[in-house]
């Protein structure tokens, strides 16, 4: 029962994960797109209104096709990572070095508006979803080197000559200014990682105590296995179940067992109960469920009918072999077995398997599987 709570948990946490990481790629596929589309905009702006100092020619390859063509490629490298590695971490750290990288590839080829610092920002805020301080700190750090290369290699702009106009003074504040911006941005995002981290560990927390209490309503408190609140659930799915899986339901019970709790106490008979519950956990490929009083159940799926049987038979051997059977009483268990079908109700198919048990008793500790010729 707690692996059954335990990975419903991890599933959905990862669901979670999976739905950001997509979320965070596309966005940044929508940004490229948004500001490929951007620069063809301005180029028409640019044009109509005679500002192209550099030429037609000139500004398509350094604005619109080199940028696009980079954030292509980028993009391609991450969609291999994706394909190849398989695994979240790595392809967070990857879509996020994207980002950064076409916010390098903007801030560069429009090195004169300063403020276009700002997509080293969006690239270091989207990485606060994660809550990974290394992969902000990293993404920040990389960010400011990435921005000082273009704030100081006349290769890396183009578009900027050594006999510009610009106030030198002004253009070194500027760049002061944009890295405290930066790091002050980076402090934040820290703070709201931190946040963020508490809420999460609450939320954890929360879904951890729903969990527990999910198994406790369906877990029968002396055995230890499924209650009937379980199987009406376990049915549901079945029902829900649109593939050709087949399923066999086993009631059964302990032979004599009144004479058991009659002879040597209740006691006594709750630590048969709890052996048969440890022996019918562990058959494979089958649900265990206490029915009521000392009758179970088991769920199989997906085994054919010798299976079945060969499974119930295991575990009547392993139930014989307690050191109970050995100490007061050596009693068996009868198994009444009945396959699943559309046509009837879980109601009916209880019944079905109710009356191969009945036909079981007949011969204490034998296997009887449900034939409908014998209602007729």
């Not at 037609?56 to 190849?84: E, H, K, N, S």
């Not at 290769?155 to 911006?181: G, H, K, M, W």
């Not at 927390?205 to 999910?214: A, C, G, P, S």
């Not at 052996?275 to 799926?301: K, S």
Request: glycine letters at 6%; a negative charge.
């Amino acid at each position: 029962m707690n692996m059954v709570g335990t990975s419903a948990f991890r599933e959905g946490r990862k669901e979670i994960a999976d739905k950001l990481l997509r979320r965070h790629f596309l966005a940044g596929v929508g940004m490229a797109f948004l500001i490929a589309v951007l620069e063809v905009v301005l180029y028409f702006v640019e044009e109509s209104a005679g500002l192209l100092q550099d030429g037609q020619t000139a500004y398509l390859y350094r604005c619109v096709l080199l940028p696009t063509g980079l954030d292509i490629v980028a993009v391609c490298i991450v969609l291999g990572v994706w394909r190849f590695l398989k695994n979240n971490r790595v392809m967070a750290y990857a879509v996020s070095l994207m980002h950064m990288f076409f916010a390098f590839i903007v801030y560069s080829t429009h090195i004169q508006f300063p403020s276009l610092y700002i997509f080293f920002a969006i690239a270091i805020l989207l990485t606060t979803a994660y809550g990974d301080v290394v992969m902000t700190s990293t993404v920040t750090a990389l960010s400011i080197i990435l921005k000082v290369i273009s704030d100081i290699s006349p290769a890396a702009y183009p578009i900027r000559s050594l006999s510009s106009a610009i106030d030198f003074r002004l253009e070194r504040q500027n760049f002061i200014v944009s890295l405290i911006a930066l790091g002050a941005f980076y402090i934040i995002c820290l703070v709201m990682i931190a946040i963020e981290r508490e809420k999460n560990a609450l939320g954890i927390q929360q879904e951890r105590e729903n969990v527990q209490l999910f198994q406790k309503i369906m877990t029968d408190t002396l055995t230890g296995v499924h209650n009937r609140n379980a199987l009406r659930l376990s049915f549901d799915r079945v029902i829900a179940d649109k593939t050709d899986t087949e399923y066999v339901l086993a009631m059964l019970d302990i032979d004599y067992f009144k004479n058991v709790n009659d002879t040597f106490g209740h006691l006594v008979g709750d630590s048969y109960l709890q052996a048969l519950g440890r022996v019918l956990d562990h058959v494979p490929d089958a649900e265990a469920f206490r029915f009521g009083g000392d009758e179970f159940c088991l769920l199989f799926a997906g085994c054919t009918r010798k299976q079945v049987e060969e499974r119930c038979r295991t575990a009547q051997e392993k139930f014989l072999g307690n050191d109970l059977c050995r100490k007061y009483a050596e009693v068996n268990v009868s198994f009444g077995l009945a396959q699943y079908d559309r046509k009837i109700t879980p109601s009916e198919w209880v019944q079905h398997a109710d009356h191969a048990l009945y036909e079981a008793k007949k011969n204490r500790g034998s296997i009887c599987f449900y034939q409908p010729e014998e209602t007729e």
